[in-house]
T-cell receptor, first 112, second 114 residues
Framework: DVKVTQSSRYLVKRTGEKVFLECVQDMDHENMFWYRQDPGLGLRLIYFSYDVKMKEKGDIPEGYSVSREKKERFSLILESASTNQTSMYLC???FGQGYGYTFGSGTRLTVV | AQSVTQLDSHVSVSEGTPVLLRCNYSSSYSPSLFWYVQHPNKGLQLLLKYTSAATLVKGINGFEAEFKKSETSFHLTKPSAHMSDAAEYFCVVSRSGGSYIPTFGRGTSLIVHP
């Protein structure tokens, strides 16, 4: 069964720590996305990537960076975690328009 | 530019009654449209998609949606609700262009009463 795997289901980090969220897909998709999901705000796009080493800012990139060194892996980095980054983080991938998006199960990050 | 509006933040139905979740979109291009479902503490699962073929789209678990260009709508329906349908539902429109970025509605919470 094809899938998108996020390395951690739950994560607790301290303010100021550097945090890595990993996402791996086994479908050979070019396009990968990172979203954060907050109650009442829906899903907001942080960054996306349409090819290896290519990245584009989404709607809320501040405080985040990404890395895509291999096609199957797309990492989200919180350079210095803050409490307002406490959220559910979702990774997704797709071949392209019309194919639909496959999501990971999410990482619930708490910054204390 | 494109956008998605889910007209109801919450919909409450009784088990066995019909479900209607409403979605309106705007898009500068011919859109691809999707409905996703999210159960508590889970990722999003694709229910169905419209990609300029048949306007009535059938999905999993008895759900279907009809694309109406004149009304810019893509409402999700199910003839008879089941308790297991209680979840958050997201309407999504896909931008055209190289990166195929999806734009999400804010979600509709479906509550099913016994």
């Amino acid at each position: 069964d094809v899938k998108v795997t996020q390395s951690s289901r739950y994560l607790v980090k301290r303010t100021g720590e550097k945090v890595f969220l990993e996402c791996v897909q086994d479908m050979d998709h070019e396009n990968m996305f990172w979203y954060r999901q907050d109650p009442g705000l829906g899903l907001r796009l942080i960054y996306f990537s349409y090819d290896v080493k290519m990245k584009e800012k989404g709607d809320i990139p501040e405080g985040y960076s990404v890395s895509r060194e291999k096609k199957e892996r797309f990492s989200l980095i919180l350079e210095s975690a803050s409490t307002n980054q406490t959220s559910m983080y979702l990774c997704a991938s797709t071949f392209g328009q019309g194919y639909g998006y496959t999501f990971g199960s999410g990482t619930r990050l708490t910054v204390v | 530019a494109q956008s998605v509006t889910q007209l109801d933040s919450h919909v409450s139905v009784s088990e066995g009654t019909p479900v209607l979740l409403r979605c309106n979109y705007s898009s500068s291009y011919s859109p691809s449209l999707f409905w996703y479902v999210q159960h508590p503490n889970k990722g999003l699962q694709l229910l169905l998609k419209y990609t300029s073929a048949a306007t009535l789209v059938k999905g999993i678990n008895g759900f279907e949606a009809e694309f109406k260009k004149s009304e810019t709508s893509f409402h999700l329906t199910k003839p008879s609700a089941h308790m297991s349908d209680a979840a958050e539902y997201f309407c999504v429109v896909s931008r055209s262009g190289g990166s195929y970025i999806p734009t999400f509605g804010r979600g509709t919470s479906l509550i099913v009463h016994p």
